[in-house]
DNA sequence: AATCCAATTGACAGCGCTAACATTGTTCTT
DNA sequence: AAGAACAATGTTAGCGCTGTCAATTGGATT
């Protein structure tokens, strides 16, 4: 029951030095062989990596990114943790980085260009080696800092605008357009539309547009608005249902912001009696994984968050400096029929 | 409209020794000042202050670190990023980040203690202020790098085992605990429980633990389980209650692991119309938000993840350097009635 | 045998910054 | 008026590692 053992050659801090001293060694042929680089003879190895492990030398990655002038951190500025989208994006740049030795480094900018500003220049701070950044509405400085920085910048979530770099997404205004195609075919005439603030989110806000394209071109247009002032929630979705349908105007179909909202409308209508599609069908944005598990299926757009992070890392490892070309990834969208629409 | 300039002063990388020559100071006064570090005169800051900005000065952080041998990196080992719980903490851990300037680097584990030892020697060449992880379960030299790495370490979500440092978390045995003798002061008799893979996650196993104490002190037991060989999930959580339902014992309450699978249960039961707590009762754990938004509110114990991850990173901070003593912090838990059981 | 080559190892000079210890004036004590 | 105490700045050495350019060796080539 050995407790608290120190460790084997007990010393706060093991250098390289002191392994290349005691493997009787040069330094540099240490580094070399913790780096796996340059050739290195099978005994030099085995004689250094005993040493290594009998004194538990860990190499110390600052002094390493201080000397080679580049770091394998890669920055990560999101707009929220809340927003269960963006947990599942940083998921993908997790898978996406398994195996290499890559580190990301999150922050979060609670959907203010101001403070991603700070943030990215935080993140600058430690020489990454890339970066990546959620949408494409920067303050100047941010722009100017990661343009000039020569690194690779990713920017997801959307590929309607022209991006920095690199850009990994969808573009909102076709999934817009194409549910409101898919609702038309389906036989809604009547449309609502149940949402959340655009001002931190931007991109509802083009989907909601692309929509309108799709109803215009068939006629229609939305006959009634249900907006929570703030953030999207289940709670408010359920809220902002009850008073859609409180509202003098009838329609056959709500298309919500998102799952969330959508979310919220299909409990609203269980809870309230409301028949499901025959009284009122309910379309989402997202394609959630409990979207699947309701007692009806929810009919929504399935958005590939997952796809986006991991592609983004993809991109970036494939050609980790920048060239001349920008590059767009449409990792694109599909339609869930389910069953409320 | 002014397209892609170039920085102020353009040059690839402007270093603190530049901004001294040019303002005419030694380079430790620069240090100075960027750090907000000693005394400086309000003309020097100025002077400085007008060349950095005219430059578009950074600090390397890499530099400053190897220097100083101090980093402002919170090393984060979290299990995974697909349960909701964890992005929670990390919100937590973002909250009282704010307005520091440590940075988190984040890292998963697979919930695989092999995988979490190579993340934590990952993180530690970073040299990081304090490390956090999830859970008292690590491989051996995992700990003894913890341990005599002297820096804070941080180990959440649980207080029944003995920390290496700091632990943040709940009681999961008197949770479940105290949902059985809630449970049993309601009237219920007849226990099924819903449940899955505790191989990756050892607390609800512990909650179960105490569900059955509470059980056996009142002379029952659970009369039928319904376990799924894998993960949480909302899915999961309605198919096992199918599952249950479709048992030749009949139970009057579902315990279940958690929310997600509680939550599949509720579906289940709205869509098979079985009447929730008159023929079902259904108990989860977490106390997620959408839990709340059911038609029916979901009862459940709150797990106050948000608030480990913010609790643990004010003990940190508090006290950035280890002392002999460790410390426990309970955060608690909220049995919430709702109406499901 | 002279030349060339690849494999293996090393010496040296920083990377950009900060800790620790001076070095100046200035103001305050007694 | 002499010393103490403080404010403001500077000098000197690295932090622990890696890029660059040799140096050495033992064949392989012609």
Redesign the pocket.
Known sequence: MRQRTRLPESRA????????KLA?????????I??N?????????EKVMAVVNRLG??????????????SNIIGVAIPSLSNIVFPEVLRGIHAGLKGTDYQPVVGVTDYSMKTEEVLVRSLMAWKPAAMILAGFDHTDPTRQILVQSGIRVAELMDIDPEPIDIAVGLSHRSAGYESGRYLIARGYRRFGYVGHDWAEDKRAKVRYDGLCMALAEAGLTIMAHSIVDGPSSTLAGRAMTANLLAGNTSVDVAVYSNDDMAIGGVFHCLGAGVALREKLAIFGFNGLEIGDALPMALSTVRSNRFLIGKIAIEKILEQPDRRGARSVVDTGFQIIPGETA
């Open positions: 801090r093991v250098t390289l030095s002191e392994v290349a009787n060694v040069s330094e540099i042929t240490v580094s070399r913790m780096r680089k340059g050739p290195i003879s099978v005994e030099t190895r030398y860990v190499p110390n990655r600052i002094a390493g990114s201080l000397a080679s002038a580049t």
